[in-house]
C-alpha cells in the first residue's frame, strides 16, 4: 500500500495551452467505450450496461450534437472463469488489467483531442479513467477537477473494506494509498475532487474522507432552482487550490434517488433527483469543459421497465450536448 500523499501541491495549476483551449476542447467529439466488467462488485448484471445502453439509442443520441466514435469494450474476463485471490481485495488482477485497458483507452482518445464516456460495469473501472484524464490535462499543462457523484465513498483499500469488493476502491487508489495495481500515473490532490450524493460510508472510508477533508455535498443541496448556483459553489471548491480547465465527472447510477434510477445493484433512499442532477450537469457543462465521464454501476436486470436506462442517457446527453 502507498503512503498517503500530502494534501498541497501534488500536481501543477498552469492553464491548458492555446493547442487545447478550453472551447476547443468542450466542441471535441466523444468516444464511447464500454467495460462489461461487473468482478468489483458483489452481485453480477453490471456487465449488461454497455450493451443495454447501445441498445437504447446511446450513439444515436449523442450524434445529434457531436462526433461520435464506438470505439467497442474492453476485454474483461467472465466471472466464472476469474481467480478471486485476496478475500479482501477480490478479482484485483483481472481488475487491474481491465483498468489498464480503460486508461489505455482514454489516453489515445484524449491525445487524439477527443473526449471520452466510458461505460460501465462497476465503479473499480474509475481508477483507470480518471487516472488517465487526469494525466491528459497535465500533459497539457492543466489540472483536472473530479467530481464524483455516488451514494457511496469508494475509499477502502484491502484494511479497511468490510466486503472485500474493489468497486469501493478506486477513490482511495486514485489518491495514491488505495491497491497498488489500481494505481495509475500520478496520484490526484484530494483538492481536486468534490463528492455529491454521498449518503453511505463505511467507518474506515469515513474516516480516511474525514482526515483529507474531502469536501461532500449532500444530496438535498442540488435543486434546479439553485442549479446555476451550485455549480458555480463546486468549481469554487475545486479551483480553491488553482483552477481545474477542465473536468471529469464519474457518475455512479446509485447516486440518484432509487424513485429515479431502481436499476442498480445498490440503492440507497434519499438520493439525487434526476431533473435537478440534469440541470446541474448542463450548468457545469456551459462553465467548464468535460474532458471525461464514467457512467456506471446500471444494472438492467434490475429494471425491467427501462427507466434507469432511460434516466441515464438523459444524464449523458446533459454532461455532452451543446
Excluded at 466488467?37 to 450513439?59: E, I, K, V, W
Amino acid at each position: 500500500m502507498r503512503s498517503s500523499p500530502s494534501l498541497p501541491g501534488l500536481l501543477p495549476t498552469g492553464r491548458l495551452r492555446e493547442a487545447t483551449h478550453p472551447t476547443q476542447l468542450a466542441r471535441s467529439g466523444v468516444d464511447v467505450v464500454g467495460v462489461p466488467m461487473d468482478l468489483g462488485a458483489t452481485r453480477s448484471g453490471a456487465s449488461a450496461a454497455p450493451a443495454a445502453l447501445r441498445a437504447a439509442g446511446l450513439s444515436s443520441r449523442l450524434a445529434r450534437f457531436t462526433s461520435t466514435r464506438d470505439l467497442g469494450d474492453v476485454a474483461v474476463p467472465a466471472r466464472h472463469v476469474a481467480v478471486p485471490g485476496d478475500e479482501n481485495a477480490r478479482y484485483l488482477g483481472e481488475i487491474a488489467l481491465a483498468c489498464q485497458r480503460v486508461y489505455d483507452r482514454v489516453t489515445e482518445s484524449a491525445n487524439a483531442r477527443r473526449r471520452t464516456l466510458v461505460l460501465g460495469g462497476d465503479h473499480a473501472i474509475a481508477a483507470g479513467s480518471v487516472a488517465a484524464a487526469s494525466e491528459a490535462a497535465l500533459r497539457r499543462g492543466g489540472r483536472l477537477g473530479v467530481l464524483w457523484i455516488d451514494a457511496h465513498g469508494d475509499c477502502n483499500t484491502e484494511w479497511t473494506t468490510p466486503s472485500g469488493n474493489v468497486h469501493g476502491m478506486p477513490v482511495a487508489s486514485l489518491l495514491g494509498f488505495g491497491p497498488d495495481a489500481l494505481c495509475f500515473g500520478r496520484p490526484l490532490s484530494a483538492r481536486q475532487l468534490v463528492m455529491l450524493g454521498v449518503r453511505e460510508l463505511d467507518p474506515g472510508e469515513a474516516r480516511v474522507l474525514d482526515h483529507l477533508a474531502i469536501e461532500r455535498v449532500p444530496a438535498d443541496e442540488v435543486t434546479a432552482v439553485h442549479a446555476d448556483r451550485m455549480a458555480a459553489h463546486l468549481l469554487a471548491i475545486l479551483d480553491l487550490h488553482g483552477r481545474c480547465d477542465a473536468l471529469h465527472v464519474s457518475l455512479d447510477m446509485d447516486g440518484l434517488d432509487p424513485l429515479d434510477a431502481p436499476g442498480v445493484g445498490t440503492p440507497v433512499p434519499n438520493g439525487l433527483r434526476l431533473l435537478p442532477t440534469l440541470a446541474l450537469l448542463r450548468a457545469l457543462a456551459a462553465r467548464r469543459p468535460i474532458l471525461s465521464a464514467d457512467l456506471v454501476e446500471l444494472d438492467p436486470s434490475l429494471d425491467p421497465s427501462g427507466r434507469t436506462v432511460s434516466a441515464a442517457l438523459s444524464l449523458v446527453e446533459a454532461l455532452f450536448g451543446p
